[in-house]
């Protein structure tokens, strides 16, 4: 009679297929020159325009795992080093995601990086340059990354804050690759495969999105993302009236002001 374990290990699932990313440029190919040359990189371009897809699509491309942190203004470096714990009355380290990519040769994510506290570039720049360690204070230990580590980090410069950019310091230590809202036909296609719904169906959604895009930096601060474009296609395939979806999903999500929702839903009528 076979053991459990084999048996298990017949019915195991396949391991996961890649990740759905439909690119727009060379950003594939430059994102695994960077990676086989060990060195850093930063995605930067609007919130919901494909930047966590396309780490997800490469890490399982490149046979990595992949730890991803979203940061925000309370994450201090010991959420991304590691921190002692208390377990069962004994002190124990834990090592946090920079550190366990580091000693697994992972690529770590940290979407949103300047959302973090001061102290998190100061751990960043040791592993982001060349000389590619983590010093861990708490634990006296100095890891050297190995060739398989990877940084990458996700900044969306449109945010008008001036509290919150990169320094210069900072951002020259990481590749940069330019994200934008696909264009037209090719996010057309992204919706239709990411919501089940019929190309023809996606068409006018994305004809809006891109007119609502239109009036970023005159009524909006974001322009609607992919990401609402797939909220809304969704709920239209399961039975929603688009305009109900439409506004649901692609309008009040941009605004909370009623004057500006009215004129984004004439826009939208417009463009329908
Ligand atoms: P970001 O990290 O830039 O905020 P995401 O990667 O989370 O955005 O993208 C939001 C959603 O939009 C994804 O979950 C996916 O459904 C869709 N998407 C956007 N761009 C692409 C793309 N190029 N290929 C495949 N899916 C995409």
């Known amino acids: 009679?076979?053991?459990?374990?084999?048996?298990?290990?017949?019915?195991?699932?396949?391991?996961?297929?890649l990740p759905f990313y439909a690119p727009?440029?060379?950003?594939?190919a430059l994102f695994e020159h960077a990676y086989r040359n060990q060195l850093p990189v930063l995605l930067k371009g609007p919130t919901g325009c494909g930047k966590t897809r396309f780490v997800a699509h490469m890490a399982a491309r490149l046979g990595r795992p992949l730890y991803t942190v979203s940061c925000h203004d309370d994450l201090t470096a010991a959420d991304l080093t590691g921190r002692h714990l208390l377990k069962g009355g004994e002190t124990v380290w834990v090592d946090g995601p920079l550190t366990r990519a580091v000693r697994e040769g992972a690529i770590v994510y940290l979407d949103e990086v300047v959302e973090a506290?001061?102290?998190?570039?100061?751990?960043?720049?040791?592993?982001?340059?060349?000389?590619?360690?983590?010093?861990?204070?708490?634990t006296g230990e100095l890891l050297a990354a190995p060739a398989e580590f990877m940084l990458v980090a996700s900044y969306n410069p449109g945010y008008?804050?001036?509290?919150?950019?990169?320094?210069?310091?900072?951002?020259?230590?990481?590749?940069?690759?330019?994200?934008?809202?696909?264009?037209?036909?090719?996010?057309?296609?992204?919706?239709?495969?990411?919501?089940?719904?019929?190309?023809?169906?996606?068409?006018?959604?994305?004809?809006i999105a891109n007119a609502l895009r239109d009036l970023k930096g005159q009524d909006l601060e974001e322009g609607a993302s992919t990401r609402l474009l797939v909220?809304?296609?969704?709920?239209?395939?399961?039975?929603?009236?688009?305009?109900?979806?439409?506004?649901?999903?692609?309008?009040?999500?941009?605004?909370?002001?009623?004057?500006v929702l009215k004129a984004l839903a004439r826009v939208a009528d417009l463009a329908f």
Do not use: W
Request: with cysteine; aromatic share 4%; charged share 25%.
């Open 24 to 28: 727009s440029g060379v950003e594939c």
């Open 160 to 207: 008008q804050n001036v509290l919150k950019t990169l320094k210069p310091s900072t951002r020259q230590r990481f590749v940069s690759i330019q994200f934008d809202f696909p264009d037209p036909d090719a996010e057309v296609a992204i919706v239709a495969h990411e919501s089940g719904l019929a190309t023809d169906r996606c068409v006018p959604l994305v004809r």
């Open 117 to 138: 506290r001061k102290d998190v570039t100061v751990v960043l720049h040791p592993v982001t340059d060349d000389r590619r360690v983590l010093p861990l204070e708490r």
């Open 231 to 259: 909220y809304a296609a969704t709920l239209i395939r399961d039975g929603v009236k688009p305009e109900i979806a439409i506004e649901a999903a692609l309008l009040h999500p941009l605004s909370d002001d009623p004057e």
């Open 1 to 17: 009679m076979p053991a459990l374990s084999d048996f298990a290990a017949k019915i195991a699932p396949p391991l996961d297929p």
